[in-house]
């Protein structure tokens, strides 16, 4: 266990159901990343959250919307997503800050369907 | 960001040692070496990081050469279960930014 948890492990939902992805981590870090993974494709970085601030948006169609309430929690709301968007959503966390000690510590992640 | 280049897959024998290369030519000065894997479907697992020495831990050693232009990450005794998928990534200047390639999927036989 890494002490990043994230719920549902699975989902399948249609195009037009709004539902939402969430993560915690038990860690006390101060960053949360929200990343994909497609079929055979490598990690793509969604979103980062430093201090509950979003500071990376890679480019990611509104359909996705993330939610950082505090420091321990991370939410990817989703609406009217497309069956190209089904993939493995992936929450990690670190303490940034202190060069050196920033490593990433990844969830179980969440296998997504969109039918 | 510095870019890698790994092998996109190799074998080792249950038992024997696994060195995974790992070339990074454009790595700067101030830039880490990690290495996380990932077995099928799960999220990755970090297993290592160093600057410019060699470092150990209880799941690998990693090994980087005096220009650091390159890295060997060392499993001494493969298991069955080190079977996955391994990144090698160089961390960029914007701390929060690992970027991930293809990495080398390591398959250990028994």
């Known amino acids: 266990e890494t002490g990043v948890t994230q719920t549902p492990r699975h989902l399948v939902m249609g195009m037009t159901n709004k539902k939402s992805l969430k993560c915690e981590q038990h860690?006390?870090?101060?960053?949360m990343y929200w990343y994909k993974q497609s079929a055979k494709k490598p990690l793509e970085l969604m979103f980062v959250?430093?201090?509950?601030?979003?500071?990376e948006n890679n480019s990611v169609p509104s359909r996705f919307s993330p939610e950082c309430p505090n420091s321990s929690h991370l939410f990817l709301h989703l609406h009217t997503l497309q069956p190209e968007d089904s993939a493995l959503y992936l929450c990690?966390?670190?303490?940034?800050?202190?060069?050196?000690?920033?490593?990433?510590?990844f969830g179980p992640g969440t296998r997504l369907t969109v039918l | 960001d510095a870019k890698t280049t790994q092998p996109p897959s190799m074998d080792c024998a249950e038992g024997r040692a696994a060195n995974l290369p790992c070339n990074h030519s454009?790595?700067?000065?101030?830039?880490?070496v990690y290495w996380y894997r990932q077995i099928h479907s799960q999220g990755p697992q970090y297993i290592i990081h160093g600057l410019k020495n060699n470092e150990t831990n209880e799941m690998a050693s990693l090994i980087i050469t005096e220009d650091r232009k390159s890295s060997t990450l060392i499993l001494p005794h493969a298991t069955l279960r080190d079977t996955a998928v391994y990144y090698c990534?160089?961390?960029?200047?914007?701390?929060?930014?690992?970027?991930f390639g293809s990495g080398t999927k390591l398959n250990v036989k028994p």
């Open positions: 959250y430093n201090f509950k601030e979003q500071t």
């Open positions: 860690l006390g870090h101060n960053a």
């Open positions: 990690a966390s670190s303490q940034e800050g202190t060069e050196g000690t920033d490593t990433q510590y």
């Open positions: 990534i160089v961390r960029g200047y914007n701390f929060n930014k690992f970027y």
């Open positions: 454009t790595i700067s000065g101030n830039e880490y």
